[in-house]
């Protein structure tokens, strides 16, 4: 989804392996504003806010398995899951994946830590 930006300085801020909550916060406000004046394209963040928001999603999973990390309790994770263009209302029926596709994405997260999964498509 990062790809899909194509501002190069937006997208090496929300690449940064450092970034805090506060930061992220602070990229998705910038966001809003551009959009909201009509130069989200001009100022670097594409023409879609669904995929704004994916990105966004997927940095703050980052952000919270790095504070997570720094908990001594080891049984601690965070998933976020892009199950890829899947045929919904949303996506005009043309997504190559079926919903219950997407789901089994999700249902392999959901199982315990070092159980062997078979059939998941």
Same mark, same amino acid.
């Given at each position: ?10 997208? &090496? ?9 506060? $930061?992220?916060?602070?990229?998705? %406000?910038? /966001? ?7 130069? %989200? ?12 928001? &994916? ?11 790095? $504070? ?23 996506? !005009? ?5 079926? @919903?219950?596709?997407? $789901? !089994? #994405? ?5 199982? @315990? /830590?070092?159980?062997?999964? #078979?059939?998941? #498509?």
């Amino acid at each position: 989804m990062l790809k899909r930006i194509p501002g190069k300085e937006v997208k &090496k801020r929300l690449h940064n392996p450092d970034i805090t909550l506060e $930061e992220l916060c602070g990229l998705m %406000n910038e /966001f809003v504003q551009a959009a909201k004046e009509g130069k %989200n394209e001009e100022k670097g963040w594409g023409h879609s806010a669904y995929n704004v928001s &994916k990105v966004g999603i997927t940095v703050l999973s980052f952000i919270q398995q790095r $504070e997570f990390n720094a908990d001594p309790r080891e049984d601690l994770i965070v998933n976020a899951v892009h199950p890829g263009y899947v045929d919904t209302d949303m996506t !005009s029926h043309k997504g190559p994946l079926t @919903p219950d596709q997407a $789901e !089994s #994405q999700k249902t392999a997260l959901e199982t @315990p /830590f070092n159980t062997i999964l #078979q059939n998941i #498509q």
